[in-house]
């Protein structure tokens, strides 16, 4: 059928055109640098996208599964049948493993049941472009551990270094990323963690608060300790108070509106959005007001507006300054 070959060509061309839109949105960032108000992330676009077109995959594959019955093979064989040919009774030693419905890569299996905890989080850092398929394996692997909280726990070693710079360093921030991500994925999964875990959890979210730099906005420290305490289910153990702030601060992650449901600040909201609007973040305040139904005690238009005013602003200071002032080397690639 020509509409299901159109179809699938044009799938096959998605990651080719997301890869140029990472770089014109680069691009697009390295020229905004000069507004505080331009926050979005590649990251935040691409698991956006990423998640359109898992969803745009699936419906294509029930597409070609009515179509195969619509049309069903002949019984007599020939070269299409003989590609289907169920696989031997016995894989070899590398093939994908099957866990439940899904197929979970032999790797993954290896470094969750040896509570490998660094292993598997250098596997995932040195496959970025794999991230999403590694994704939908994840969970079922951490199943295959001992201890999946334990597992996860010794996976996030190394989130704050001596001497390091943070998030300007790149392999340091790649190595974050995939700790949320782990994180993240524990918490989908609500393992039963042991007492003694959950101690050492405590602990490491204290240090973690502790150094957290909350005055940099694009940092990945305050969502990694949220995101801990998300996992091992610590919110009690902290000051509620103290926590609205961080939520302000990693409102702009696309985990933040998830958070704020799993660690229970759904009644706060209020209290983050009038943050979010206080210190300028009027975008950020309209996603959690559209999230959590709040239209009616913050009207979205007028905030809308007042973005837009300031970033007009913003720029015609830039385009007057010129492009050596102080404002337009902010942030600057």
Known sequence: MATIKTISAALKLIDVKKENLRKAFEDLQARSSSLSSFTLTWTDLDAHFTSIQKSIEERFKELESVEDQSHPSSPEP???????????????????????????????????????????????????????????EIVEALRL????????????????????????????????????????????????????????????????????????????????????????DLVNEFDRNELIDIFVIVARYRQGTELCRTLGFVDKCPEIVQKCIDTGKQLLAVKFISEFGLTEKFPRVPLLKAYVQEAKKLAQKVRKDGDFSLQSQVIRP
């Not at 020939?78 to 169920?86: H, L, R, S, V």
């Not at 032999?106 to 496959?127: H, N, Q, T, W």
């Open 145 to 232: 551990a001992p201890d999946p909280a334990e597992l996860v726990l010794r996976a996030t070693d190394g989130f704050y270094r001596p001497n390091s710079r943070g998030d300007r360093d790149h392999d340091m921030c790649v190595l974050r990323r995939v700790c949320i991500f782990l994180l993240d994925q524990l918490m989908v999964m609500k393992p039963m963690i042991k007492p003694h875990v959950k101690e050492r959890a405590k602990k490491l979210a204290v240090e973690w608060k502790e150094k957290a730099n909350t005055d940099d906005e694009k940092s990945l420290e305050p969502l990694g300790f949220l995101q801990l305490l998300a996992a091992f």
């Open 78 to 136: 020939n070269q299409a049948t003989a590609n289907i040919c169920p696989p031997p009774l016995t894989p070899p030693a590398e093939a994908p493993i099957n866990v439940g419905t899904v197929t979970v890569r032999p790797e993954l299996k290896s470094f969750c049941m040896k509570m490998d905890g660094i292993a598997l989080r250098s596997y995932i850092v040195k496959r970025p472009k794999e991230r999403e398929a590694i994704r939908h």
